[in-house]
C-alpha cells in the first residue's frame, strides 16, 4: 500500500514485503533476529536464532528461491550490515 515504494535509509526490518521468502517452513518470525539488503540492491542476508546467516538474492520475494548458509555463531546473530561498498558483512 501506502509505503510501498517509499526509499528508506536502512533497509533493516525483518518483516516486509521484499523479504517474505525468509520465514520458510518450519520457521517463524521470531527465528529470524536481523536483516539487511546491500546498498546495490542485489542481496539479502538474514540472522537467524539457529546461529547461521542466510544470503538470498535480493528481493526475497518467492518460494522457489534458494539461499547460501553459513554457518559459525554458537547462538542467536542479533545484528547484520553489508558495508557502504558491498564487500563485506559485520
Known amino acids: ?3 510501498r515504494d517509499t526509499r528508506w535509509a536502512t533497509e533493516s526490518v525483518v518483516l516486509g514485503w521484499d523479504r517474505k521468502h525468509i ?3 518450519g520457521y517463524s518470525i521470531n527465528d529470524c533476529n536481523s536483516v539487511d539488503v546491500s546498498p546495490n540492491k542485489v ?3 538474514a540472522g537467524y536464532d ?10 526475497a ?4 528461491m ?6 559459525g555463531h554458537c547462538c542467536h546473530v ?8 558491498d564487500r563485506y558483512l559485520i
Not at 66 to 71: E, G, H, K, L
Open 23 to 25: 520465514f520458510g517452513p
Open 50 to 59: 539457529t546461529g547461521d546467516l542466510r544470503l538470498y538474492s535480493y528481493p
Open 78 to 85: 542479533m545484528g547484520i550490515k553489508f558495508t557502504r561498498d
Open 66 to 71: 534458494t539461499c547460501s548458509i553459513f554457518y
Open 43 to 45: 542481496a539479502l542476508v
Open 61 to 64: 520475494i518467492s518460494n522457489q
Open 1 to 3: 500500500g501506502f509505503f
